[in-house]
């Protein structure tokens, strides 16, 4: 069993910044994939962002490049979310997830292969 939990989410105002965070426990052995994904309201969830920790590729979604920052403390089995210059399209619950296929199915996406998911934080943008 692989526990998720996210936090980090908050309220806060266009141009504003937050650093979310995914505590791993568990039998985290192997689940080398992990990405964030956000869902806003009435929309289908979306990868943001995935990073690959063996060797460190990551991929973002168009809409956030150059503004987040995927991370992993593979000591502490934290994964972060830097996200900067936030703005109100950003508003969603972010949802962190993990999975053990492997580097090559470890793109931006593929919803369907992450077993393993955390409960979500909400981030909210106001204009």
């Not at 806003?40 to 490049?65: I, N």
């Not at 991370?71 to 502490?76: L, T």
């Not at 994964?79 to 109100?88: A, F, G, K, T, W």
């Not at 993990?98 to 981030?123: D, E, I, K, P, S």
Request: charged share 15%.
């Amino acid at each position: 069993q692989v526990h998720l939990v996210e936090s980090g989410g908050a309220s806060v105002q266009s141009g504003g910044s937050l650093r979310l965070s995914c505590a791993a426990s568990g039998d985290i052995l192997n689940t080398d994939c992990m990405q964030w994904f956000r869902q806003a309201p009435g929309q289908e969830r979306e990868g943001v962002a995935s990073l690959y920790s063996g060797d460190g590729t990551s991929f973002y979604a168009d809409s956030v490049k150059g503004r987040f920052t995927i991370s992993r403390d593979n000591a502490q089995n934290i994964l972060y979310l830097q996200m900067n210059s936030l703005i109100p399209g950003d508003t969603a619950v972010y949802y962190c997830a993990a999975h053990r296929h492997g580097a090559q199915l470890c793109g931006l996406g593929n919803l369907h292969l992450f077993q393993y998911w955390g409960q979500g934080t909400q981030v909210t943008v106001s204009s």
